[in-house]
């Protein structure tokens, strides 16, 4: 049973624009969630996290949203760079659990 | 080295073949995990090991067999496999013990089953 859906396969998105990648969870356990990219023939790097005593968290041109009452949490790119061109995975945890509950991931194509 | 390493990179291998998958982690971690990642599939957890213990194993067949020698360094041995166990094998490291669950990836092994 897959706890974490990320239902979008893939976003192609205009350089400068905004990417938006959705997350859904089922497990009301959840209270850590975790973005990682990750490039093609390499392993996924940690992108953003948050817990579920906040609703927002922001590093630079990443930003996370969790609402916990939807079970929903969102990445947001702004401005979408060429390099952030990869595939994106959410991934989530509960207090005290070491394994992580991985979304299928979002392909991310930044044109030009 | 930093990080997190694995070799090999790529392998190719026949059904009746016995190899093996290094991991070595440079960040001091106590935690170590197998992961699969099959196209366009959630990463799959094969197994944890927490201060050289296994702690988990999801029902993967015995065709992978896992060893942690040290906190360091992880190894999947492979016999017998199955051309559907073609993937991506990532291995990670984590702290456990901490309030975040971060954990940090290696570059994988293509593996691919003739």
């Known amino acids: 049973d897959q706890q974490v859906k990320q239902n979008s396969p893939s976003l192609s998105v205009q350089e400068g624009r905004i990417s938006i990648l959705n997350c859904d969870y089922t497990?009301?356990?959840?209270?850590?969630f975790l973005w990682y990219k990750k490039y093609p023939a390499e392993g996924p790097t940690f992108l953003i996290s948050?817990?579920?005593?906040?609703d927002k968290n922001e590093d630079g041109r990443f930003t996370v949203f969790l609402n916990k009452s939807a079970k929903h949490l969102s990445l947001h790119i702004v401005p979408s760079q060429p390099g952030d061109s990869a595939v994106y995975f959410c991934a989530a945890s509960a207090l005290g659990d070491y394994k992580l509950s991985f979304g299928a991931g979002t392909t991310v194509t930044v044109r030009a | 080295e930093t990080g997190v390493t694995q070799t090999p990179r790529h392998l190719v291998m026949g059904m009746t073949n016995k190899k093996s998958l290094k991991c070595e982690q440079h960040l001091g971690h106590n935690a170590m995990y197998w992961y699969k990642q099959s196209a366009k599939k959630p990463l799959e957890l094969m197994f944890v090991?927490?201060?050289?213990?296994?702690?988990e194993n999801n029902s993967v067949p015995s065709r992978f067999s896992p060893e942690c020698p040290n906190s360091s360094h992880l190894f999947l041995h492979l016999h017998t496999l199955q051309p559907e166990d073609s993937a991506l094998y990532l291995c990670?490291?984590?702290?456990?013990?901490?309030?975040?669950?971060?954990?940090?990836f290696g570059p994988g092994t293509r593996l691919t089953v003739l």
């Open positions: 990670a490291s984590s702290q456990q013990g901490l309030a975040t669950n971060e954990q940090f």
């Open positions: 497990n009301s356990m959840f209270d850590y």
């Open positions: 090991y927490s201060l050289e213990e296994r702690v």
């Open positions: 948050i817990s579920s005593i906040k």
